[in-house]
């Protein structure tokens, strides 16, 4: 089965653009959540989807939002970017259970 | 109060030794899960190890373990024979939450993370 996949691996933006990276799940996965990584602040929940429906929230502005589709695959979107967005972004998908299974991140830097 | 706090930023072992990461845990919850993941410095995060707050036996997943001290509200990975591999950060994190139909609705908390390095 393959793992979770993020794209794009890199990327490389200003400040004042937008940004959409996109997670695609372990097949048969329905839950999708998105983490952000810095050093600064270590890692902190974004959201979770779950059959399109956004069920959690963590605690972001709203230049800071996802969508989930049918499939299961996932966006999350950053608007008006600041210089303190630069991160690995990571996403997680879950069967259900208790298990969370990472993507090797898209890591974003805002110049 | 953090929720969850990984008291060592560094752990050196040797490598074939032992070693145990520490993990403490704050939460009002009954019902709550606790992880642990591997993060190598290409960024992936690797499960590597769950433990339920009813599970009455200790987690072990060939080479970890999880020491489950519940009244403590403690959760240390025990890594045995450690490799040159598992050098890494590794953390900590727990889940919170109620399990809605159709799946888990849930979020991980995660720690600061501990460093570890293996000596050869």
């Known amino acids: 089965k393959a793992g979770v996949t993020q794209t794009p691996r890199y990327l490389i933006k200003t400040r004042g653009q937008q940004v959409t990276l996109s997670c695609s799940p372990i097949s048969g996965h329905r839950s999708v959540s998105w983490y952000q990584q810095t050093p600064g602040q270590g890692l902190q929940f974004l959201f979770e989807?779950?059959?399109?429906?956004?069920?959690n929230k963590g605690n972001f502005p709203g230049r800071f939002s996802g969508r989930q589709f049918s499939n299961s695959r996932s966006e999350m979107n950053v608007s008006t970017l600041e210089l303190g967005d630069s991160a690995l972004y990571l996403c997680a998908s879950s069967p259900g259970g208790s298990e969370q299974f990472f993507g090797p991140g898209t890591r974003l830097t805002v110049l | 109060a953090q929720k969850i706090t990984q008291t060592q930023p560094g752990m050196f072992v040797q490598e074939k030794e032992a070693v145990t990461l520490d993990c403490t845990y704050d939460?009002?919850?009954?019902?709550?899960?606790l992880f642990w993941y591997k993060q190598p410095s290409s960024g992936e995060m690797i499960f590597l190890i769950y433990?339920?707050?009813?599970?009455?036996q200790n987690a072990t997943e060939g080479r970890y373990s999880l020491n489950f001290q519940k009244a403590r509200k403690s959760a240390n990975l025990v890594i045995s024979a450690s490799q040159l591999g598992d050098s890494a950060m590794y953390f900590c994190a727990m889940r919170e939450g109620q399990k809605g139909g159709g799946g888990s609705n849930y979020k991980l908390t995660f720690g600061k993370g501990t460093l570890l390095t293996v000596n050869p």
């Open positions: 939460t009002s919850d009954q019902s709550y899960g």
């Open positions: 989807y779950f059959s399109e429906t956004q069920r």
């Open positions: 433990q339920g707050s009813y599970d009455e």
